[in-house]
C-alpha cells in the first residue's frame, strides 16, 4: 500500500450492513461487552480480561469509542461513559448518523433463545431486513423426535411461511458449524433425507451422525430459495470456538452451486474470511454466487486493507458486500463502517496510483460495495 495520504474520502457515503444479529443491551461488570471481538475468551477473571486485551481489535475499538465519547481510553471509563447514554434510540442514532448506516441485514437465528425483534427495532434506528436461519428449525425437530413424514412439511412449511408471512427476505444456513461445507449430493433425496433422519435420531449426540439429514434439509432450503426467489447466505470461514473451521472454505461448496437446480440460487458466502481468494475466485466464476466480509470486518482489524483488496482480485464489483457481524451493540456496527470505509479509500487510493482505477471507479465501487450491492439483491433497500 502505499504511504501517501488517501486520495479518496467515502466517510459520507450511506452503509448497508449486509450481515449482523440483534442484540440487548447489557451493562455488567467492568467493561462494555460490545468492545470485546467475538473470539475472547468469556468472562470476567483475570486471565478472561488479560487474554481479550492483548487483542489488536480490543486495543483499537476501545480508542476509538472513548474519542467519540470524548473520555480516556481505558476499558472502565469507556464502559462508565457508554452506560451514562441514558436513550438508547438517541446514542444509536449519534453512531449511525456519524457512519450514515441506513439498513441492517439481521440473521435471527443468533443468539439463541431468540431477542426480541420489536425491542431490537425500538433502539436500532436504520431499516431493517430480517433472515431466517433454517437451524434453529432442524432442532426444534430434532429435539423433539418427529417422523418423516411430520418432519417435511413443517420444515418446508416453516421456510415458506417465514418469506410469505412472516417478512423475511432471506435465508441462512450455519451448516458449516454443525457437519462442515462438504455437501454430498448423494444426499439430496428423500429416501437418502428419511435414512439420515434415522441416523440423526440414534445417535442424538454425535453431530456427524446427522450429517445426511443435514445435507438434505440444506439441499432442499436452497430449492426453496430458488422457488421463493430470495437469496440464501451460508456461513463460510471463521466462526466461535465449535465452528468445524476446517471443513469450512467455500470451495467445497462448488460442486452443489455449479449443479441445477441449485445453481440457479443467489447464495451469499457469508464471512468468507480467511478464504477470501477462495470467495472471490467464486463470485468470478459462478453467477450466481456472492461474497460477504463481515466477522474479518472489523474482528481481524489489521487485515482490513487486505481483505478489501483481496476480495477485488477477481470478483467483479456488483457481488462484493460490506458487513460487520456485529452481535453486541450498535458500537459495533458503527465501528465496522468506520474501518471498512478508511480502508475502501487506502485501496482504492493504492489502486489509483497504480492506474487500475479511475476516479469514478472507485467511488461507483466503493458505492456499491458498502450499501449498493445489498439494496440490489434484497429488492427493497433505500
Request: aromatic share 8%.
Amino acid at each position: 500500500m502505499t504511504d501517501a495520504a488517501p486520495a479518496f474520502d467515502f466517510s459520507a457515503f450511506s452503509v448497508v450492513d449486509n450481515h449482523l444479529h440483534p442484540y440487548e443491551i447489557r451493562h455488567e461488570g467492568s467493561r462494555y461487552a460490545p468492545l470485546n471481538s467475538f473470539l475472547g475468551m468469556p468472562g470476567e477473571d483475570e486471565a478472561a480480561l488479560a487474554h481479550r486485551d492483548a487483542m489488536l481489535y480490543q486495543r483499537w475499538a476501545t480508542r476509538q469509542l472513548a474519542a467519540f465519547l470524548g473520555v480516556e481510553p481505558t476499558p472502565e471509563i469507556v464502559a462508565e461513559a457508554r452506560a451514562a447514554q441514558g436513550d438508547e434510540r438517541a446514542w444509536a442514532e449519534r453512531l449511525f448518523r456519524d457512519q450514515n448506516i441506513e439498513a441492517l441485514v439481521v440473521d435471527t437465528g443468533y443468539p439463541q433463545p431468540p431477542v426480541d425483534m420489536a425491542g431490537f427495532a425500538a433502539i436500532a434506528p436504520a431499516e431493517i431486513v430480517t433472515i431466517y436461519r433454517i437451524e434453529p428449525a432442524i432442532k426444534a425437530l430434532l429435539d423433539e423426535g418427529v417422523e418423516w413424514d411430520d418432519l417435511v412439511p413443517r420444515f418446508d412449511g416453516g421456510i415458506e411461511r417465514a418469506i410469505r408471512d412472516e417478512g423475511y427476505l432471506g435465508l441462512k444456513s450455519i451448516i458449516a458449524y454443525r457437519t462442515g461445507l462438504e455437501i454430498d449430493l448423494a444426499h439430496e433425496s428423500d429416501e437418502a433425507g428419511r435414512a439420515g433422519l434415522k441416523q440423526a435420531l440414534a445417535s442424538p449426540d454425535d453431530m456427524a451422525a446427522s450429517k445426511a439429514l443435514r445435507d438434505h434439509l440444506l439441499l432442499r432450503a436452497l430449492r426453496h430459495a430458488v422457488a421463493l426467489r430470495v437469496p440464501f447466505q451460508i456461513h463460510t470461514g471463521i466462526g466461535d470456538r465449535d465452528i468445524v473451521l476446517e471443513r469450512c472454505n467455500p470451495v467445497l461448496l462448488n460442486p452443489v452451486l455449479k449443479r441445477e437446480p441449485y445453481r440457479d440460487a443467489k447464495v451469499i458466502l457469508i464471512h468468507t474470511y480467511p478464504y477470501v481468494a477462495e470467495a472471490s475466485w467464486m463470485a468470478a466464476a459462478l453467477p450466481n454466487v456472492w461474497m460477504d466480509l463481515s466477522e474479518g470486518i472489523p474482528f481481524a482489524v489489521t487485515a482490513v486493507d487486505r481483505i478489501f483488496a483481496t476480495a477485488l482480485e477477481l470478483a467483479p464489483i456488483n457481488r462484493i458486500l460490506y458487513g460487520s457481524d456485529a452481535f453486541a451493540g450498535p458500537e459495533q456496527i458503527w465501528l465496522g463502517a468506520k474501518v471498512a470505509k478508511a480502508a475502501l479509500a487506502r485501496v482504492f487510493t493504492d489502486l489509483l496510483h497504480k492506474d487500475l482505477v479511475t476516479e469514478e471507479d472507485a467511488r461507483d465501487a466503493a458505492r456499491a460495495i458498502l450499501a449498493g450491492n445489498a439494496r440490489v439483491l434484497y429488492g427493497v433497500l433505500g
